[in-house]
C-alpha cells in the first residue's frame, strides 16, 4: 500500500495462477503440437516461484520417442521454475507414466491405473 498500488491491482498482480492442461494421449501423440504451444505459453507467461502448471494426463501410453518428447516438454515447464503437478483420473500407462513421472507432485484417483505395463521394441 505504501507504493500506491490499490488493492485490487497488488491481486491481480500477485495472486498465483494456476494453468491447466488436459492430454489426452493416444500411442503416437497425435496432439503433440498443441502440448508444445501450451507450454510455450506457460513457461512465457509464468512466473517462477509463483505459478503453477496442472498436467492432467488420460493415455494409455504408446511409442517410446513421442512420449519422450512429451515428458520433455513438461520439463521445460519445471525448468522455468513453475511448479508441475500432475493429475491422473483413469490411465496413465507406460509413456504416459514416463511424462508423469516427470512432475514436481503427482496426484492420482484411487483407482487410477499408473505404471509401466512392458516395452515394445521398435525395429
Known amino acids: 500500500l505504501e507504493a500506491g498500488l490499490t488493492i485490487r491491482n497488488m491481486r491481480r498482480n500477485y495472486r498465483p495462477v ?3 492442461i488436459n492430454f489426452e494421449g493416444d500411442t503416437m501423440i ?3 503440437d498443441l502440448l508444445r504451444k501450451q507450454v510455450s505459453i506457460i513457461v512465457n507467461c509464468g512466473r517462477a516461484g509463483v505459478d503453477k502448471a496442472v498436467v492432467v494426463i488420460t493415455s494409455p501410453g504408446g511409442a517410446v ?3 519422450g518428447l512429451a515428458a520433455s516438454q ?3 515447464i519445471r525448468k ?3 511448479q508441475l503437478v500432475v493429475c491422473v483420473d483413469t ?3 507406460s509413456g504416459g507414466y514416463m511424462m508423469a513421472s516427470v512432475g514436481d507432485t503427482v496426484c ?3 483407482f487410477a491405473v499408473i505404471g509401466s505395463i512392458g516395452v ?3 525395429i
Do not use: D, N
Open 30 to 32: 497425435s496432439s503433440m
Open 65 to 67: 520417442s513421442p512420449y
Open 91 to 93: 490411465v496413465a500407462a
Open 120 to 122: 515394445v521394441t521398435q
Open 80 to 82: 522455468a521454475g513453475i
Open 18 to 20: 494456476a494453468f491447466v
Open 74 to 76: 513438461l520439463v521445460r
Open 108 to 110: 492420482a484417483a484411487p
